[in-house]
T-cell receptor, first 114, second 116 residues
């Protein structure tokens, strides 16, 4: 089955810790994205990557870091610098070309700071 | 950058009636407008999309209309059913010539409630 997989589904973090959220896709998509979702806020873009070994900051990148060493993987690290990390995190991918920007989403990771 | 406004935030309709959700966008360069449906605890799923060279698109009970001059687009669901209850998001992007996509800008979502 082709798709995009996020893990874990639920994650608990103590204050001051870094945590890494996994995102893997087997759709052969060039572009990958991380969004944060808060109640009543819609989806806000954290980071995106159009190609391997390249990524760009989105609207709310502070306190987050990413890497794109492989085409199929785009992990997100929530660092201790992120002051309010409790949220639902969504990873997405797309072909990345102008004529086809449909984004496919994973099932999300709910991060809670305890 | 792009700004997308979505209304209403909550919409309650009787089963069998129609539902309309409206969005406006600010960037006249935007050329791709998808609609996503998100069920509780899951990721959004694309239900329909429209590009700027088309004014209307229909897929069974779902349709989307686009008015480029006014910079607004709408989702229409006819003959609503209980399984249509979910949160719906509109989005817009311009993409970039030469390849690549810098991400969709989303509206804040509409919680659609279908009353039996």
């Amino acid at each position: 089955d082709g798709g995009i997989t996020q893990s874990p589904k639920y994650l608990f973090r103590k204050e001051g810790q870094n945590v890494t959220l996994s995102c893997e896709q087997n759709l052969n998509h060039d572009a990958m994205y991380w969004y944060r979702q808060d109640p009543g806020q819609g989806l806000r873009l954290i980071y995106y990557s159009q190609i391997v070994n390249d990524f760009q900051k989105g609207d709310i990148a502070e306190g987050y870091s990413v890497s794109r060493e492989k085409k199929e993987s785009f992990p997100l690290t929530v660092t201790s610098a992120q002051k309010n990390p409790t949220a639902f995190y969504l990873c997405a991918s797309s072909m990345g070309q102008i004529l086809n920007t449909e984004a496919f989403f994973g099932q999300g990771t709910r991060l809670t700071v305890v | 950058g792009e700004n997308v406004e979505q209304h209403p935030s909550t919409l309650s309709v009787q089963e069998g009636d129609s539902a309309v959700i409206k969005c406006t966008y600010s960037d006249s360069a935007s050329n791709y407008f998808p609609w996503y449906k998100q069920e509780l605890g899951k990721g959004p799923q694309l239900i329909i999309d429209i590009r700027s060279n088309v004014g209307e698109k229909k897929d069974q009970r779902i349709a989307v209309t686009l008015n480029k001059t006014a910079k607004h687009f709408s989702l229409h669901i006819t003959e609503t059913q209980p399984e249509d209850s979910a949160v719906y998001f509109c989005a817009a992007t311009e993409g970039h010539s030469g390849g690549g996509a810098d991400g969709l800008t989303f509206g804040k979502g509409t919680h659609l409630i279908i009353q039996p």
